[in-house]
């Protein structure tokens, strides 16, 4: 049983920083896409950031290019998303979510739509204050 369970959210102040981890059981995430993406009240989920399985690519949305890193540390078989210089616009829920099945072909290839994920966690509550 695949289980993906986020951590690292909380209340944050404009310009602080938060480290997210999503921890995978059932999968190995050095051998799986992952990527995270958030939802905000009231609005769609939106794409926020992705690894290639093959490690080698990341794709970040502009909202938050250049302020957040997506990594992973296989030993621990966890990926997280550091966030750097938050603002009241990235207070949101976030999701980590796997793509295990990957084809060697696509290891390099970097996914970006909700629909090409198989597995998501719970989600955690991001809260910048201004």
């Known amino acids: 049983q695949v289980q993906l369970v986020e951590s690292g959210g909380g209340l944050v102040q404009t310009g602080g920083s938060l480290r997210l981890s999503c921890a995978a059981s059932?999968?190995?995430?050095?051998?799986?896409?992952m990527g995270w993406f958030r939802q905000a009240p009231g609005k769609k989920r939106e794409f926020v950031t992705s690894?290639?399985?093959?490690?080698?690519?990341?794709y970040y949305a502009n909202s938050v290019k250049g302020r957040f890193t997506i990594s992973g540390d296989n030993g621990k078989n966890t990926v997280y998303l550091q966030m750097n210089s938050l603002t009241p616009e990235d207070t949101a829920v976030y999701y980590c979510?796997?793509?295990?099945?990957?084809?060697?072909?696509?290891?390099?290839?970097?996914?970006?739509?909700?629909?090409?994920?198989?597995?998501w966690g719970q989600g955690t509550q991001v809260t910048v204050s201004s």
């Open positions: 979510a796997a793509r295990p099945r990957v084809t060697y072909l696509s290891r390099s290839y970097t996914y970006t739509e909700d629909h090409e994920y198989n597995y």
């Open positions: 059932g999968l190995t995430v050095s051998r799986s896409a």
């Open positions: 690894i290639s399985w093959s490690g080698e690519n990341t």
